[in-house]
């Protein structure tokens, strides 16, 4: 594995800016498909049995299956999928920095919640806790009455990303499909589009394996 490794003092700046405090017991927290055309030319002499045959071997093709074994096609970064950085649960979309109130009652009766001061905002943060699933919430800080989503935490191998990566895969098999980082160190690698990002943290006995994931609002 081919990691870079940066300065513990940067590692500890950014991961405790991109992740919410913890609390509690918890730790805090498709594919394209490419099609081909073929054309066939006869004279004005073609006999019309030609022609039916021309017919149906283009037929044929066209109702062939797709060759599942076939390699997908990397982008520039290496990426083998689009990165999606809203996480679906349940057919439920969890945007982070979105008004998270109307999602928590979407998802329906949790397993637990909790609360606790923020560490990233003025207020009270909120943990509601699905299984292996955990959503945070901060609130907003023009209106405290309003909580947004700031964090989706998948924490155990019973639930995946979007594109089937979870707890206990490897460094390898995130870069395998999500390609290459934005950002990595030790400890965590990051992928991030504007004002978010998916985060994938690694055991700290071992390293090559992922311990939690992260969908989170990245502060500026």
Same mark, same amino acid.
Do not use: W
């Given at each position: ?5 940066? *300065? &513990?003092?940067?590692?500890?700046m950014?991961? *405790?800016?991109? =992740?919410? *405090? ?18 066939? &030319?006869g =004279? ?25 074994? &076939? ?8 990426? =083998? /999928?689009?990165?999606? %950085?809203?996480? $679906?649960?349940?057919? /439920? ?25 923020? *560490? &990233? ?12 699933? #955990? ?8 209106? #405290? ?13 019973? $639930?995946?990303t ?19 980082p934005? #950002?990595e ?13 998916? #985060? %994938? %943290? ?11 994931? $992260?969908?989170? $609002?990245?502060?500026?």
């Amino acid at each position: 594995m081919n990691k870079k490794i940066i *300065c &513990a003092a940067l590692s500890a700046m950014l991961v *405790c800016g991109l =992740t919410a *405090c913890g609390g509690d017991d918890s730790s805090s927290t498709a594919a394209g498909s490419s099609a081909a055309e073929s054309s066939a &030319a006869g =004279t004005p002499d073609a006999s019309s049995a030609a022609d039916s045959a021309a017919s149906s071997a283009a037929d044929s093709a066209a109702d062939a299956p797709a060759d599942s074994t &076939a390699p997908a096609e990397k982008s520039e970064t290496g990426a =083998t /999928v689009p990165i999606t %950085f809203d996480y $679906v649960a349940n057919g /439920v979309t969890l945007e982070v920095g979105k008004e998270a109130d109307g999602v928590i009652a979407a998802l329906g009766t949790y397993d637990k919640k909790f609360e606790a001061p923020s *560490c &990233a905002f003025t207020g009270t943060s909120n943990y509601y806790v699905y299984g292996g699933l #955990q959503v945070v919430t901060y609130p907003d800080e023009h209106d #405290q009455s309003l909580n947004l989503l700031y964090e989706v935490d998948l924490l155990d191998n019973t $639930v995946a990303t979007n594109e089937g990566i979870r707890v206990g895969d490897t460094y390898d098999d995130v870069v395998a499909k999500y390609g290459k980082p934005d #950002q990595e160190t030790a400890v965590f690698a990051m992928y991030k589009t504007e004002g978010k990002a998916v #985060q %994938f %943290f690694f055991d700290k006995d071992n390293p090559d394996v992922i311990s939690e994931i $992260v969908y989170t $609002v990245i502060l500026v």
